[in-house]
Structures are given as structure tokens and as C-alpha cells.
């Protein structure tokens, strides 16, 4: 959610930037021609129409293409948000299950069959990838842990790659 932030105070920052210099340009241009108005031939009125008219052009492709990148960060922080509430939501699972395993909870209890339902999709592929030391009813599922550790490297990844997508590409 931070980085969202910090994307979202980039992004304005870049756009004042550039508006900024964009308008520092324009009233450069518009006080030199003014200024040169007077001197000029009709050849070179029709020539300075037709470079002004052509970075009008510019400055208005050059404020849509920023819209579409701003919308695209924008779209890409609300998808990053629900995967982070995805993967926040599978941790929470999978802290529960193995506190109740650690503690010895039963497995006749009703929250106990409900967090195993739960978490059973989740840590399939990790059960009996080590061995998980026990003393009676008390577990201590390194399984599970490993699966944490999967998860979270998975989320950063993803996370990442949202990033890539989001971010201004910048022309060298």
C-alpha cells in the first residue's frame, strides 16, 4: 500500500514537471515570436504557424499519452491491492493452521475442521516435504512454514511484476 503511495506522489510529481516545463517552453515561444512579430516576412509568419502548430500537436499527444499512463498505473495499484489482499488472506490461513497444530488443537472441533478446509487447497503440495517434529497431539509443521516462505516469495514476484506494468517507460 506504500508503494502504491509512493507510485501515485511519483507520478504527480513527474506530471508537474512536466507541465511546468511545458509552460516555461510555451511562454519562452510565445514572447519570442511576439517579440520577432513585427521583423518577420510573410514566409517566415507561415513557417513560425506552422512550427507552432506543430508543437501544439505535440503538447496535446504528449498530455493524452500521459492520461493513458497514469489510468494504466492507476488500473495496475487496484489489481496490486486485491493480490495483496489474496496473498494476506492465505497467510492468515496458514498462520492459523499451524498455531492450532502447534498448540495440539483437536481435530474434532468445529473452527479446527473449518481452518483445515481452508488451508487443505493451500498446503497440499507441501505436506510431507519434511519432517514434521511432534510430541503427542503438538505438531510443529515445517511443511507449513516452507509453504509460507513459497507464498510470500510468489507474492513479491507477482507484486514485481505488477510494478514493471505500472511504471513509466522512458524513452533514452
Excluded: C
Amino acid at each position: 500500500m506504500v508503494e502504491d503511495e509512493k507510485l501515485a506522489i511519483d507520478e504527480s510529481r513527474r506530471i508537474a514537471q512536466h507541465e511546468s516545463m511545458k509552460g516555461a517552453v510555451r511562454d519562452e515561444v510565445q514572447a519570442e515570436v511576439a517579440r520577432d512579430a513585427g521583423r518577420l516576412s510573410s514566409s517566415d509568419r507561415a513557417d513560425a504557424a506552422g512550427v507552432a502548430q506543430s508543437m501544439k500537436h505535440k503538447a496535446v499527444s504528449e498530455v493524452v499519452d500521459t492520461e493513458s499512463e497514469i489510468e494504466r498505473a492507476r488500473g495496475t495499484a487496484r489489481i496490486s491491492q486485491f493480490v495483496d489482499y489474496i496473498f494476506w488472506l492465505i497467510y492468515g490461513i496458514i498462520g492459523l493452521e499451524i498455531i492450532l497444530e502447534l498448540i495440539g488443537a483437536r481435530d474434532s472441533n468445529g473452527f479446527k475442521r473449518f481452518i483445515d478446509a481452508l488451508a487443505s487447497p493451500l498446503l497440499a503440495p507441501f505436506r510431507g516435504l519434511v519432517d514434521d517434529p511432534g510430541a503427542g497431539a503438538v505438531r510443529f509443521r515445517l511443511s507449513y512454514i516452507v509453504a509460507l516462505i513459497v507464498y510470500l516469495l510468489v507474492h513479491l514476484a507477482v507484486i514485481g511484476l505488477l510494478r514493471i506494468i505500472a511504471h513509466r517507460r522512458t524513452a533514452v
